[in-house]
């Protein structure tokens, strides 16, 4: 069974930066792409990141590009996320996910993860 614990969650000051881990135990990590998703009060689940299997490519959507990466290392089946210039707006619930699926390309749809994490709140304030 795949276990997906994230970390680094907390308060920041808007402007800050902030860091998100997130390690998958049970499986084997290199057969998953990975996203991180977000989810605020009262709104529907967000898509905030994904990388491919090989870490050769990511996706984003325009609200964090530029601010936001992602990365993994499969030698400590671990993906990361890296936030820059932290808004208010990008308080939120933040969850890892794993695809097993082979895709053409990386997937925003959270129906489309097989596991997720328990979730970390990250909190910016102004």
């Known amino acids: 069974q795949v276990e997906l614990v994230e970390s680094g969650g907390g308060l920041v000051q808007a402007g800050g930066s902030r860091t998100l881990s997130c390690a998958l135990s049970g499986r084997t990590f290199s057969n998953y792409a990975m996203g991180w998703f977000r989810q605020a009060p009262g709104k529907d689940r967000e898509f905030v990141a994904g990388i491919s299997r090989s870490g050769g490519s990511s996706r984003y959507p325009d609200s964090v590009k530029g601010r936001f990466t992602i990365s993994r290392d499969n030698t400590k089946n671990t993906v990361s996320l890296r936030m820059n210039s932290l808004k208010p707006e990008d308080t939120a619930v933040y969850y890892c996910?794993?695809?097993?699926?082979?895709?053409?390309?990386?997937?925003?749809?959270?129906?489309?993860?097989?596991?997720w994490g328990q979730g970390t709140q990250v909190t910016v304030s102004s």
């Open positions: 996910a794993a695809d097993r699926t082979y895709r053409p390309a990386i997937t925003t749809t959270p129906s489309s993860y097989d596991y």
